[in-house]
């Protein structure tokens, strides 16, 4: 399971660091930084509940 | 399991998602109002009156992928006129459709200004044709009036500063927003405003509009003053998009908006409502009953509504934090949790970096920040947790500490 940001859509709105924050944070430069990029299958409801919130779309899911 | 969507939006567009998710491979269908796909609202009023951007609405999906992808059958630019929910089947017209379970998403429309009624020029911005309607004005150099200090209009009023435009920003109480985000905060936003060069006149009414053949010329006030304008933009608000449900005995809050319980059901069999339309408590708050129109809600409780409604036995209250965000001429705003609190107080009042903290009792419920990106889902967490008012002053003075 790999997580991936588009960081030219992303606004820094930060709901995916809300919805799991040991791995989305807001930078410095007001954009996502994700701390890991494949996190365990068990995140997987977290990591969802991530890409759903993003009020831009900036982040995929892929398998 | 039938399953019926009306309102083909943000909520309605996540139930289906979620529905089909979820593992649910009976038929869908997805009733709209407006003839296009589901689109996404917030740009409309962003980056859609941006020059430099394309003047064009693009939707979430193409219809293509929402039949062939998602198994939608679509009924665009058919809006649903009755629901009977004993025999559930919703009414489109003439015809009846039969559901098994039903998602009720149908958002809310602009209030109505009768003063301003077939006066060409006036516009609400709600829909992408109202947005397209308003972008073309800005375009062509308008004079802009704008009604209503709320977000809405603001973002209106910031994007046509940032063309360089004349902005008069009409507001009937004495400070823009205090409804949402509370008087100290309110200041704040009537500063945003008067440095950017919008003409911001509060406590003021329209009394006349004024046009000519080609439409409006401009706006007499209360105030005694007159002000030209080409384009007239409605921020007043919106009211739940619940006329079809009015014969439906399903229970509606006195502003049309449909009630439900902290699992989104309606108590009919099978219907769930989501989204704008709908009123729910929200446990974080003390059950405050809340109809939000921030598009995060929306998002999550399209989804939860349908997994709920295929899998009743393991409906969960929601554990929603409010949250929602705007942009003020190159700021960005952002509020996280509920306004109504025993005391606002302001930790930081620079306009560059904002903070207020909203505390009830010896809890904090909220959060808004200017430029505060890096900062405001920390205090999301101590809302979320219900942690006490000092925890989230700690959290600031940490943050204060980084920036020093
Ligand atoms: C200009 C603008 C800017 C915004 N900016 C922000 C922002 O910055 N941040 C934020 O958090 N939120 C913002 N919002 C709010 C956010 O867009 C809404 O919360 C969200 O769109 C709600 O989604 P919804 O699906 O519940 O309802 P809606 O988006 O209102 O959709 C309801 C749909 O149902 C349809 N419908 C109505 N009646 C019927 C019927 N009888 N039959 C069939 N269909 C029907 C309507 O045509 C509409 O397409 C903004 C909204 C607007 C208008
Ligand atoms: S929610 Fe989306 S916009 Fe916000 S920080 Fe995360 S990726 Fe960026």
Redesign the pocket.
């Known amino acids: 399971m790999q997580i991936v940001?588009d960081i030219a859509?992303?606004?820094?709105?930060?709901?995916?660091?809300a919805m799991a924050p040991d791995i989305?944070e807001?930078g410095p430069e007001g954009?996502?930084v994700i701390h890991d990029p494949s996190p365990d299958e068990s995140r997987r409801q977290d990591l969802q509940a991530?890409v759903d919130?993003?009020?831009?779309l900036?982040?995929t899911l892929q398998d | 399991m039938r399953l019926v969507v009306v309102g083909a939006s943000l909520a309605g567009l996540r139930a289906v998602e979620a529905a089909r998710r979820a593992g649910c491979t009976d038929p869908i269908t997805l009733i709209g109002a407006e003839q296009s796909a589901p689109y996404d609202r917030p740009p409309l009023s962003k980056a859609l009156l941006c020059a430099d951007n394309p003047a064009q609405v693009l939707p979430f999906h193409a219809e293509g992928h929402l039949r062939d992808e998602l198994g939608v059958e679509l009924r665009l630019g058919t809006p649903a006129t009755g629901l009977d929910v004993d025999r559930r089947e919703v009414i489109v017209g003439t015809e009846r459709i039969g559901y098994d379970g039903l998602i009720i998403a149908t958002g809310a429309a602009a209030n109505a200004w009768p003063m301003g009624a077939g006066v060409a020029g006036v516009h609400p911005l709600r829909t992408a044709q109202d947005a397209l309607a308003i972008r073309a004005a800005l375009d062509a150099g308008a004079r802009v009036a704008v009604i209503g200090a709320g977000f809405i209009g603001s973002e209106v009023a910031s994007a046509a500063r940032a063309r360089d435009l004349p902005v008069t920003v009409i507001e009937a109480a004495p400070q823009p927003l205090t409804r949402s985000v509370g008087g100290a905060v309110a200041d704040v936003l009537t500063r945003l405003h008067r440095t950017a060069g919008v003409d911001l006149r509060v406590g003021t009414q329209v009394t006349q509009v004024h046009q000519s053949p080609s439409g409006v010329t401009g706006l007499s006030l209360s105030d005694g003053s007159h002000v030209p304008a080409d384009l007239v933009v409605l921020g007043i608000g919106a009211r739940p998009a619940t006329g079809w449900l009015r014969d439906s005995g399903l229970p509606l809050h006195s502003d049309g908006g449909v009630l439900v319980d902290a699992t989104l059901a309606t108590g009919a069999p099978g219907v769930y409502a989501a989204g704008d339309v709908a009123h729910s408590p929200h446990s974080v708050f003390g059950d405050d009953v809340l109809r939000l129109e921030h598009w995060t809600s929306a998002a999550e409780q399209g989804a939860a509504a349908a997994r709920h409604l295929l899998d009743p036995s393991a409906a969960r209250p929601l554990q929603t934090v409010p949250y929602f965000w705007s942009d003020w001429h190159g700021h960005r705003l952002q509020f996280v949790g509920v306004p109504s609190a025993d005391e606002v107080r302001v930790i930081r009042p620079e306009v560059e970096r904002f903070l207020a903290l909203y505390r009830r009792g010896d809890r904090v419920v909220g959060a808004f920040t200017i430029n505060g990106q890096r900062e405001i889902m920390r205090y999301r967490r101590h809302i979320v947790g219900q942690a006490p008012f000092e925890d989230a002053l700690a959290e600031a003075a940490a943050a204060d500490a980084v920036v020093a």
């Open positions: 940001a859509q992303c606004e820094g709105l930060g709901m995916c660091e989305f807001v954009h996502v991530a919130s993003c009020p831009v900036a982040l």
